[in-house]
């Protein structure tokens, strides 16, 4: 069935660090793929998606690209800032609307 | 407005017990899904609702687990004789049935602990 793997945690970096988050997945057909960001004591929420291959998704420094050829989705921002320590979480999403999600990797920046 | 609310935050049961999870979905939404969150995993999926229809209850673990919807509003997922392997955070998303692309907006979570 489809799945999810991401790197394991925890990630922990200095502010102005560069982050790599890595997500392979494995799936049948031409499915979405998202990273959602869940804050201490907040909900999941969407961070970026991207639902076709070579489309990069971004939002808020951070940036990935969907590679098919690698069927990866790795997240990538260039300088961190302490409020980005999180958990992130890659998912994939096909045409029956259930997410299959990764693991969750828990990030955590220093000042 | 609004997000997705669900109640109680913290569920703490006895073995055996039977525990109702309540999930308010934003206004508007008609799709609705359940997830369950053990420690240190992912996220599993357990069940889908557009409307008040479930058309996968694929990912439910067995059949002491029960969802159930009122029209496009309210939905409760019931587990019934509960067993320690039931501890989890279980979340709960809803979104516009638009596509699969859609985001799906997440609940803050019910923790269950089965003691």
């Known amino acids: 069935g489809d799945s999810v793997t991401q790197m394991e945690g925890p990630v922990t970096l200095s502010e102005e660090a560069f982050l790599t988050i890595n997500c392979t997945y494995t799936a049948t057909g031409y499915p979405s793929l998202f990273w959602y960001v869940q804050y201490p004591g907040e909900g999941l929420q969407l961070l970026l998606k991207a639902t076709k291959a070579d489309d990069k998704g971004s939002n808020k420094g951070f940036e990935a690209t969907y590679r098919k050829e690698t069927t990866s989705f790795h997240l990538e921002k260039g300088s961190v800032q302490v409020s980005d320590s999180a958990v992130y979480f890659c998912?994939?999403?096909?045409?029956?609307?259930?997410?299959?999600f990764g693991a969750g990797t828990t990030v955590t920046v220093r000042a | 407005g609004a997000g997705v609310s669900q109640s109680p935050s913290n569920k703490v049961t006895e073995k055996g017990k039977d525990v109702e999870l309540r999930c308010d979905p934003i206004?508007?939404?008609?799709?609705l899904y359940w997830y369950r969150q053990r420690l240190g995993q992912g996220l599993e999926f357990l069940i889908y609702?557009?409307?008040?229809?479930?058309?996968?209850k694929s990912g439910l673990p067995s059949d002491r687990f029960s969802a159930e919807r009122t029209g496009e509003s309210v939905s409760t997922l019931t587990i019934q004789r509960t067993q320690q392997e039931d501890s989890a955070v279980y979340l709960c998303a809803s979104s516009l049935p638009k596509g699969p692309d859609d985001e799906q907006y997440f609940g803050p979570g019910t923790r269950l602990t089965v003691t």
């Open positions: 206004s508007g939404h008609t799709a």
């Open positions: 998912a994939l999403g096909k045409n029956d609307y259930k997410l299959s």
């Open positions: 609702f557009q409307g008040n229809s479930a058309p996968d």
